[in-house]
């Protein structure tokens, strides 16, 4: 007898061709998503915002309902899109550049009205679709295409915390910083996006999960050196862990 | 609350929110910026008591993204602005044009360029009928010149940005917003249009739906455009929307939209009480402007005289239009005052007096 032991999530499209860089963590992200709607049930009742960079293919992957998203106003979208269908389930596909530089001003408001919609963050510390300029969350000292002698508080300033941010919004109800560096931390991460789509369901307010994530590409590292570099030069800047959570007061 | 049919002394911005609630707006994103602030704080009153969605954005690029969030889910939805702060939505309007999604943007022209000042103007032709966003797209946009209008051409605005799945533009300025006179509010007079053959609502039981302005081979982006530029025409061929008065006779023929055509109005009467032939021609949808109209209007004249409160806009479009039947000359001046029906007159016996 024949046993299934792994298919794909039914909101993956079946054709989809990956067009990510090999070994980037969009695929991982995407696919754990599409898991949960289906274990959660709640793919029939879908709206996905895209964003942009990167994160603006998900068409390509996703057989649910998607509107794109302009730079960095994905959470006013979702905003727009909860307020009309407030029985949907809404979320947010961002990468740090669109969350924490351009779309700021947009996060942290929706954050703070305590929107009933959950943002999905992928935190590669560089503007990867660009060609990987530095990027909001681009630590002190990691080099890139606009910063070729290693971000200098002086001159560019702090990488941007997002949990640490969107914890102190009222209206956060679920904030969590998670990676994909290890299975380990991809069963994590899949849980904590599981906590943030609960505390939307269950009308507590906004969420965020900020995922660190690698962009080997831009990083001029093998996957597995990403994932090394996230756990030794990440990991002390944003460190992991859930910074809010109202459901476990 | 009003009895539908009762004539009422009515405030410009009242009357437009009024009828955006009776035209079933169900949600609204907005940011204070006056000349047009009563319609958010009315609307803020009224719509949570109707159970419908009004929310003030923390900004004009929040809100007219918001608005893109709630039309891609086929929802009435409209914001309301002015100018400077239209500048700040030009990217969301682009979008929202380029997903062939329902839209109403509601502009009521203050003075610029820039913070200016609160003075009525028709300084943002060009930003509303030639678009600040980028690439190629059109803005259906109908300008009323009355209270009754305001009225009239909300509801027209939320028909037409439903029919062709468009963003559609009331342009009003600081003194249409701000005057009162006696109006009618009536029930919304279009049939409610059906969008559940595309818009979002959760992907049950069919396959998923993209709302979007990405496309990465050339021929699916430029079919993509040819698509909005044929769906451009059909509003060309239907939505075209003048009028005209004492215009048959006429030597000189006045252009002018929105509150300037209705000063040109008393000017114009005064003018034919005094015996001399003067006409007007006032286009009332921008976009698509009614360029083969005025063509067959100009036709024979000795002038066709714009005007507006600005430095020379439509006027642009009237020169096309006309395309040599008549010479056309231009009066305006820049927002602060708005004209005077003497003034327009004196202007008429000016240009009539250099017809000789």
């Known amino acids: 007898m024949e046993t299934l032991v792994f298919q794909k999530p039914s909101r993956i499209k079946k054709d989809c061709k990956v067009t990510f860089c090999p070994g980037c963590d969009h695929g991982v992200a995407i696919r754990i998503i599409a898991e949960l709607l289906d274990e959660l049930g709640i793919a029939d ?19 649910l309902d998607i509107v794109e998203a302009p730079h960095g106003r994905a959470l006013a979208v979702a905003t727009g899109v909860k307020r009309a269908k407030p029985d949907k389930f809404v979320f947010t596909y961002q990468g740090d550049g669109d ?50 002698n290693g971000r200098d508080a002086e001159v560019q300033g702090y990488p941007i915390k997002i949990c640490e941010m969107a914890a102190v919004c009222d209206g956060a109800a679920f904030v969590a910083r998670c990676s994909l560096d ?23 307010g906004a969420s965020v999960v900020e995922i660190l994530s690698i962009c080997p590409t831009n990083w001029r590292l093998s996957p597995q050196e990403s994932h090394e570099r996230v756990r030794r030069e990440l990991y002390p800047v944003y460190p992991l862990g859930i910074y809010k959570d109202k459901a476990n007061k | 609350m009003i009895k539908t049919g009762e004539k009422v002394l009515l405030k410009g911005n009242h009357a437009l929110a009024k009828a955006a609630l009776n035209a079933g707006c169900k949600c609204y994103f907005g940011y204070p910026i006056t000349p047009q602030n009563e319609i958010g704080e009315y609307l803020s009153v009224e719509m949570p008591k109707m159970g419908r969605s009004f929310l003030q954005a923390e900004s004009e690029v929040a809100a007219i ?9 086929g929802t009435r939805a409209m914001t309301s602005s002015s100018s400077l702060a239209i500048a700040l939505m030009q990217e969301g309007i682009s979008y929202i044009a380029a997903d062939n999604i329902p839209a109403v943007v509601i502009s009521v022209m203050r003075a610029g360029p820039a913070l200016g000042y609160i003075f009525p103007s028709q300084g943002d032709y060009f930003q509303t009928v030639k678009g600040g966003g980028n690439g190629d797209y059109k803005t259906l946009t ?32 600081g003194m249409l917003g701000q005057m009162m006179e006696p109006a009618v509010l009536y ?30 081979t050339e021929t699916a982006l430029e079919q993509k455009t040819l698509a909005l530029f044929e769906k451009y025409d059909k509003i060309k061929q239907n939505e075209i929307e003048y009028e005209t008065m004492f215009a048959d006779d006429a030597e000189l023929l006045i252009t002018a939209f929105g509150s ?34 005025l063509n067959e209007c100009a036709k024979g004249k000795k002038v066709v005289l714009d005007i507006e409160m600005n430095m020379g806009q439509m006027v642009e479009d009237v020169k096309i239009a006309v395309n040599g039947e008549s010479k056309v000359e231009f009066f305006g001046r820049p927002a602060g005052y708005y004209f005077t029906p003497e003034e327009i007159y004196t202007q008429i016996e000016k240009t009539m007096e250099g017809l000789k």
């Open chain 2, 142 to 173: 109908l300008a009323p010149s009355t209270v009754q209008e305001m009225i009239d051409y909300t509801y027209k605005a939320f028909h037409l940005a439903h029919k062709y799945r468009t963003i559609v533009f009331l342009l009003a300025d």
């Open chain 2, 65 to 73: 993204n918001m608005l893109l969030g709630a039309a891609a889910t």
């Open chain 2, 260 to 293: 300037v055509a209705r000063i040109a109005k008393a000017a114009v009467k005064r003018a034919r009480e005094a015996g001399m032939k003067v006409g007007l021609f006032r286009p009332i949808s921008l976009w698509p402007f009614p360029t083969q109209e």
């Open chain 1, 99 to 148: 969350f924490a530089s351009i779309g700021l001003g947009e996060s942290m408001h929706a954050l703070s009205r305590g929107e009933k919609v959950t943002a999905i963050c992928i935190n590669n510390t560089n503007y990867g679709m660009t060609g990987g300029q530095m990027a909001p969350t681009t630590i002190l000292g990691q080099k890139t295409t606009t910063t070729i």
């Open chain 1, 182 to 204: 290890s299975s380990k931390e991809i069963e994590n991460t899949k849980k904590m996006i599981k906590r943030a789509f609960e505390s939307q369901i269950n009308g507590l």
């Open chain 2, 187 to 216: 029930d919304y007079p279009y049939e409610d249009i059906d969008n559940s053959d595309w818009a979002l609502d959760g992907a049950k039981g069919r396959p998923g739906r993209w709302i979007g302005s990405i496309h990465r």
């Open chain 1, 45 to 63: 009742k879908t709206i996905v915002v895209s964003s942009i960079g990167c994160s603006v293919f998900l068409n390509d992957y996703y057989d």
